[in-house]
């Protein structure tokens, strides 16, 4: 059993900063890589930004470079993604996602719930 809980969304004026957390929680043998995408209305589901396993390389899509950061701390099993910058095209639902490997070696790819994040103009 394991859940991805995202926190730290909200709402913000255009320029402004958030940052949100995902925290894993359960039984489980390791975390590999884990990234966060957004969806808003209307609108496929994109890749924002992901983190391999150690934090030594992280990707971004090109809409969020230079203002989103990506970064993972292994002791707490979270990923947070710090916003700078945001802008109205920011406004989506955000969602934690992980790849993790269960007791028994098996792979599965797991989401969040989701976090709301608005900015307004």
């Known amino acids: 059993q394991v859940q991805l809980v995202e926190s730290g969304g909200g709402l913000v004026q255009a320029g402004g900063s958030l940052k949100l957390s995902c925290a894993a929680s359960?039984?489980?043998?390791?975390?590999?890589?884990m990234g966060w995408y957004r969806q808003a209305p209307g609108k496929q589901r994109e890749l924002v930004a992901t983190?391999?396993?150690?934090?030594?390389?992280?990707n971004y899509a090109d809409s969020v470079k230079g203002r989103f950061t990506i970064s993972r701390d292994n002791a707490e099993n979270t990923v947070a993604l710090q916003m700078n910058g945001l802008k109205p095209e920011d406004t989506a639902v955000y969602y934690c996602?992980?790849?993790?490997?269960?007791?028994?070696?098996?792979?599965?790819?797991?989401w969040g719930q989701g976090t709301q994040v608005t900015v307004s103009s």
């Open positions: 359960g039984s489980f043998r390791s975390i590999n890589a």
């Open positions: 983190v391999t396993s150690r934090g030594g390389s992280t």
């Open positions: 996602n992980a790849g993790i490997l269960s007791v028994d070696y098996i792979s599965k790819t797991y």
